[in-house]
């Protein structure tokens, strides 16, 4: 309880702040309407002359799903769960039958459905790339008929959207075999990351759950290397709650690869690898990270410690050279790539060349550090001076 109001203020504080950060625009539209207008936010440091890019967020039924997706956002960012995300909200028309309820009878969308599709793809993500410093990766995010919306992003001939989050989706009856027709396996040739958020939801009626629940169990047997399916249910009574809770299920999904690197997934991906396994491991995390999200973290302290163990206690600590290097190509600053060659040549008995290493390192540390006196006593221990 206390851990649940604690978020819920948190959640609050970051609402109540992010205000002053939200741009408003009218795009003059070539395909719905003549005028839409679109509310953007640029996170906290956001800095048009730093070279740094944030993943774009693209969200629907922005009246209902902005504010709750940009404060999930924040939150995120703050306890670095996933980076930091320019979101932009669409309102939709005052009609929203004519922007994403699509044909019954077939499944197929109207010509107004068309035209917001194309809205979206050729004008707001093109207006907001063209604007801002966005990296590759984009999120579309959609609830009700708009999740069904999302879904038609998937058919496109080249991929454009990295996340589709569909929230408390009102599919048409057709969803089947429009997935199978878009032939989602076609994503493993791309050298890409893709994940596919659907929920359900206790919430619903008992023939919606059932549909759904069929169709997370087609997509369950897809096994798609880097094709993320992500079914998920949600016990509650009120589809309102359902949102809240959806929303930040999808983001600990879909920015698990920007996270530490968690017990989980230690245990699932990393612990039974050899140490060469592990540094290649670490390092394409990080590439993958820089790639997705424009955010060049170097590489956390904690997730090289994380995996030490396995560096320095299998294969007679072989490995520590390539290790070191590894950490020092992708964080030069850190002492830790120079103590791990240090230790390299210190159990070659190069001692020498231990010496030289542990002081380069010992060189990039603040005096004040704790740590520095515990590494200089490597040096004094191996009769360095």
């Known amino acids: 309880m206390i851990k649940k109001s604690f978020t819920l203020i948190f959640m609050l504080i970051c609402l109540s702040g992010y205000a002053q950060k939200i741009i408003k625009k009218t795009i003059i539209s070539d395909y719905a309407d003549d005028k839409r207008d679109i509310k953007i936010y640029l996170p906290e440091g956001y800095d048009p002359e730093e070279d740094k890019n944030y993943p774009l967020a693209v969200v629907l039924d922005s009246e209902i799903l902005f504010d709750t997706y940009v404060g999930n956002s924040v939150l995120f960012a703050a306890k670095d769960k996933a980076p930091k995300q320019i979101v932009v909200g669409i309102e939709m028309a005052k009609t929203r039958k004519k922007d994403t309820y699509f044909n019954r009878t077939t499944g197929e969308l109207t010509t107004d459905n068309k035209k917001f599709y194309q809205f979206i793809k050729d004008e707001v993500i093109f207006e907001i790339e063209s604007t801002y410093k966005t990296s590759p990766f984009i999120s579309i995010i959609g609830e009700g008929t708009s999740a069904n919306l999302v879904s038609f992003f998937l058919g496109e001939r080249i991929p454009l959207i990295n996340s589709y989050i569909c929230i408390n989706p009102i599919f048409s009856d057709f969803i089947g075999q429009q997935l199978q027709a878009y032939n989602l396996p076609r994503y493993e040739k791309e050298d890409n990351t893709f994940y596919l958020y659907i929920n359900n939801s206790t919430s619903f009626s008992t023939d919606k759950q059932t549909k759904i629940g069929e169709l997370q169990g087609g997509l369950k047997s897809l096994e798609l290397k880097n094709f993320n399916i992500i079914n998920d249910t949600i016990n509650t009574a009120s589809s309102i709650s359902a949102i809240s809770e959806a929303i930040p ?86 002492p830790l790539g120079d103590y791990y060659i240090g230790k390299f040549y210190e159990s070659g008995k190069q001692i020498s060349k231990a010496i030289v290493q542990y002081k380069i390192g010992y060189g990039k540390m603040d005096p004040a550090d704790p740590n520095a006196d515990k590494f200089y006593e490597n040096i004094l221990r191996l009769g360095g001076r």
């Open 249 to 334: 299920r999808a983001l600990n999904q879909v920015f698990q690869v920007y996270s530490a690197i968690s017990k989980e997934e230690f245990d699932k991906n990393i612990k039974d690898l050899s140490p060469s396994d592990v540094i290649a491991y670490l390092e394409n995390k990080y590439l993958e990270i820089e790639f997705l999200f424009g955010s060049s973290l170097g590489i956390r302290e904690t997730d090289i410690f994380a995996v030490e163990k396995i560096i320095m206690e299998k294969e007679n600590g072989d490995q520590l050279l390539p290790f070191g290097k590894m950490i020092l190509k992708l964080y030069p600053s850190s």
